[in-house]
């Protein structure tokens, strides 16, 4: 999950240099309100996806992996055209041109962004025709149907009569028929046709129809690895859609609409209904890109751009190769081990996999766990915390944030507590982009088991990843819980690293009481105990942490801030590394994607470093360390350094104190800073270099942190295993003891 000059060559040699690449300001000129010293929210966005897109152009990527990742940046930019592009073309609708702290005007951006979109795309050609020949040497082809034999070309239209051929609704377009509804990311064909004879042509068009319930868009031929598309086998039979009709030409064509659709939640009686309203609004939302193949007629392509109110220069792109390449991760995941990543099985967590006991009695016995997903087992450690709960007679109730989840264990648990009698309480955020409709299902079926489902606080998206079990131990009550990085949903544990704890201490259990307090009632406490809380003690905690820093680095030397994240743009604490580092504090962060931080400028930022890392899996926790002159602080939780996760989120972040935890995420980012493989360091100027390892058998730091829990996991059970037959030995010089 940057931005190349048009005459790079991208291999792991290659400088990368970024459109967002800017001259840093003189050594003597360190305003830090002068926008030059930031870099731009969308393009850094961009360019997070230029490194991901070099992975598809990795020779050293296995050829189905660099497919997958072809198919994750056309994803992520059909999601960047939604949010982040329509959100500034509504912007630039209701006449915003305030500058951002980069210093750029919404008509800025979206024409900068343009231009780095335009040259992704061309990558992204490039590098598809390179992987699709690459394919065809080991015999998986995407093939058109004319080029089929006659006996193959007839199963498939017998197979379009009888499974898609009764789906498809075609839709004149003429005065009696006015121009169909187009709806978001939907391939279309433009079918232009006449009477047999006739000197006048018509339009239709045929929606494409790719969904798991009907076709996928790749359609295998006779059990082999070879496919066809679904539009061309479509357009191949086109004579059963319009019988008795001349075909002139078919076009393919699909539109991305806007995603950010305000509901205004101060007017609002009920949150679920406004929520189920903008989904249907979204439905309809204004168009900010047609895509349309390479070569169309261009009166057909005016046509189209001005029945969708669109500027035909700025908001029309051309495809040559295959449109909508999201889908090709039904190529990725054909099941062929030799073009894949060595496969990988998480495990399980060293003191829960060898300890079937009650894992409320672990926790007390043993501190808090840290869980590291996905080297380590969400289902043997999220998911039976949580099943413990709702079984557990001694426990008394639960509560949870859900922000995203894939349903199945964690609502089964959730389900089964209540039916059990406990008190359950769960605040889904209904707000939670692409997700809403989900949410609103998971609620409701919460709601028809008796749970308290909450929508969370009026004007905030609560984003925090909390468990929160209140259990009678013995005679007293005590607060387990899990604090996490990552949603509760159990496909993206394995695709995503995330961290978790799972613990009992009593003033992280205090808090956690009354955050939940909060999102259920009224009234915020004025500050919390241990954890550091979005909107209200978070970012000024981390200000004062960053202050405090430099203070005792004047004092005694050896700051050292060290900042793991999806990314950094709230200018406030941009500013503030700003001053960390002129002060001397060296810094070292690691951010995944969006960074407003420039590195290396002399005077100003010499002591810091920014890297990315970019791997198989999605690199998603966020981690806070300060050196603190010796006495150090970690800090792990859900808000990235973003000021929408600062200021207008509930986000949590709570203190590791345990040693042993402290010493797993020291190494978590030792790995990460040390990464000769995967990581890519950020120059002054905002471009981007990936690393070279001299040793070509180096690892990246994903595949080194598999090994370190592999050994971890062997450990514990030799260990178990020494242990157990300690006991058997000690047992029986017992008994022969007691014989005499």
């Known amino acids: 999950m940057n931005d190349i000059d048009q005459n790079a060559v991208l291999d792991e040699d290659t400088d990368i240099t970024a459109v967002v690449a800017e001259t840093p300001p003189p050594a003597d000129a360190h305003d830090l309100d002068d926008p030059v010293l930031y870099l731009n929210r969308e393009l850094t966005w961009l360019a997070f996806?230029?490194?991901?897109?070099?992975?598809?152009?990795?020779?050293?990527?296995?050829?189905?992996?660099?497919?997958?990742?072809?198919?994750?940046?056309?994803?992520?930019?059909?999601?960047?055209?939604?949010?982040?592009?329509?959100?500034?073309?509504?912007?630039?609708?209701?006449?915003?041109?305030?500058?951002?702290?980069?210093?750029?005007?919404?008509?800025?951006?979206?024409?900068?962004?343009?231009?780095?979109?335009?040259?992704?795309?061309?990558?992204?050609?490039?590098?598809?025709?390179?992987?699709?020949?690459?394919?065809?040497?080991?015999?998986?082809?995407?093939?058109?149907?004319?080029?089929?034999p006659k006996d193959v070309r007839e199963r498939l239209r017998e197979q379009f009569r009888t499974a898609i051929f009764p789906m498809i609704t075609p839709l004149a377009m003429d005065p009696a028929h006015p121009f169909p509804f187009i709806s978001n990311l939907a391939l279309n064909l433009l079918?232009?046709?006449?009477?047999?004879?006739?000197?006048?042509?018509?339009?239709?068009?045929?929606?494409?129809?790719?969904?798991?319930?009907?076709?996928?868009?790749?359609?295998?031929?006779?059990?082999?690895?070879?496919?066809?598309?679904?539009e061309d086998l479509i357009v191949n039979n086109?004579?059963?859609?319009?019988?008795?009709?001349?075909?002139?030409?078919?076009e393919l064509f699909r539109v991305t609409r806007n995603a950010i659709v305000e509901p205004d939640e101060e007017a609002a009686n009920d949150l679920l209904e406004l929520i189920e309203t903008e989904l249907r609004e979204r439905h309809f939302a204004p168009i900010v890109r047609l895509e349309v193949q390479a070569g169309m007629d261009p009166v057909h392509r005016g046509m189209l751009a001005a029945e969708l109110g669109l500027n035909e220069e700025e908001d029309v792109h051309e495809v040559a190769g295959m449109m909508a390449k999201r889908d090709l991760f039904e190529l990725a995941g054909l099941d062929i081990p030799e073009l894949r990543d060595k496969p990988h099985r998480p495990g399980d967590h060293p003191l829960l996999g060898n300890d079937r006991r009650n894992i409320f009695h672990i926790v007390r016995e043993n501190g808090p766990l840290l869980l590291q997903h996905p080297y380590e087992s969400f289902s043997t450690t999220v998911e039976r915390f949580l099943a413990t709960a709702a079984q557990d007679p001694k426990v008394l109730a639960i509560k949870m944030t859900l922000y995203r989840t894939s349903g199945g264990a964690i609502l089964d648990s959730l389900i089964t507590a209540a039916q059990h009698g406990k008190q359950v309480a769960v605040l889904v955020e209904l707000k939670a982009r692409f997700d809403e409709a989900a949410n609103i299902g998971w609620a409701r079926r919460l709601e028809a088991e008796g749970i308290h489902v909450t929508y969370g606080v009026m004007g905030l998206k609560t984003h925090s990843k909390l468990i929160f079990v209140v259990r009678r131990d013995y005679s007293q009550l005590r607060r387990y819980y899990h604090i996490g990085t990552g949603n509760y949903h159990g496909g993206t544990a394995k695709l995503y690293t995330d961290l978790g704890m799972l613990g009992c201490d009593e003033d992280i259990g205090a808090d956690l009481t009354e955050l939940f307090n909060y999102l259920t009632g009224y009234s915020p406490p004025p500050s919390y105990r241990k954890i550091l809380a979005a909107p209200y003690t978070l970012k000024r905690g981390i200000l004062a942490k960053i202050e405090r820093e430099m203070a005792l680095h004047e004092e005694q030397g050896g700051g050292l801030i060290q900042m793991k994240m999806n990314a950094l743009e709230d200018s406030d604490i941009v500013r503030a590394l700003y001053k960390a580092s002129?002060?001397?504090?060296?810094?070292?962060?690691?951010?995944?994607?969006?960074?407003?931080?420039?590195?290396?400028?002399?005077?100003?930022?010499?002591?810091?470093?920014?890297?990315s890392i970019v791997g198989r899996f999605l690199e998603h926790p966020r981690i806070l360390y300060f050196r603190n002159g010796?006495?150090?602080?970690?800090?792990?939780?859900?808000?990235?350094?973003?000021?929408?996760?600062?200021?207008?989120?509930?986000?949590?972040?709570?203190?590791?104190?345990?040693?042993?935890?402290?010493?797993?995420?020291?190494?978590?980012?030792?790995?990460?800073?040390?990464?000769?493989?995967?990581?890519?360091?950020?120059?002054?100027?905002?471009?981007?270099?990936?690393?070279?390892?001299?040793?070509?058998?180096?690892?990246?730091?994903?595949?080194?942190?598999?090994?370190?829990?592999?050994?971890?996991?062997?450990?514990?059970?030799?260990?178990?295993?020494?242990?157990?037959?300690?006991?058997?030995?000690?047992?029986?010089?017992?008994?022969l003891a007691e014989k005499g």
């Open 49 to 148: 996806n230029r490194r991901v897109l070099h992975e598809a152009d990795d020779p050293r990527t296995p050829l189905l992996e660099r497919i997958k990742f072809l198919a994750i940046v056309n994803n992520n930019l059909d999601e960047f055209f939604m949010k982040r592009i329509g959100g500034l073309k509504q912007q630039i609708a209701a006449g915003v041109h305030t500058p951002t702290v980069d210093g750029r005007t919404p008509d800025q951006q979206v024409a900068e962004c343009r231009a780095v979109l335009a040259e992704m795309q061309a990558d992204q050609e490039r590098i598809y025709l390179e992987l699709m020949a690459q394919l065809e040497r080991h015999d998986i082809r995407l093939v058109i149907i004319d080029s089929l």
């Open 191 to 230: 079918v232009t046709l006449r009477y047999p004879g006739g000197g006048e042509s018509y339009m239709a068009r045929v929606k494409v129809p790719v969904s798991k319930d009907i076709s996928k868009r790749l359609i295998r031929v006779d059990h082999v690895n070879t496919f066809v598309t679904l």
């Open 582 to 611: 002129r002060a001397g504090v060296k810094l070292d962060l690691i951010v995944r994607d969006t960074c407003r931080y420039r590195p290396g400028i002399a005077g100003l930022s010499d002591t810091a470093r920014v890297i």
């Open 238 to 250: 086109l004579d059963m859609l319009f019988p008795g009709m001349e075909i002139e030409s078919c």
């Open 630 to 735: 010796g006495d150090e602080e970690y800090y792990i939780g859900s808000a990235d350094m973003m000021r929408r996760n600062l200021e207008s989120r509930v986000e949590v972040h709570a203190p590791v104190e345990n040693p042993e935890l402290r010493q797993e995420l020291r190494l978590i980012l030792d790995v990460q800073l040390a990464d000769q493989r995967t990581a890519w360091d950020m120059h002054a100027d905002g471009t981007y270099t990936q690393r070279v390892p001299d040793d070509d058998t180096a690892k990246g730091a994903q595949e080194t942190l598999i090994g370190v829990a592999d050994k971890r996991l062997a450990a514990a059970a030799k260990h178990k295993e020494k242990t157990l037959r300690s006991r058997l030995l000690s047992h029986f010089e017992n008994r």
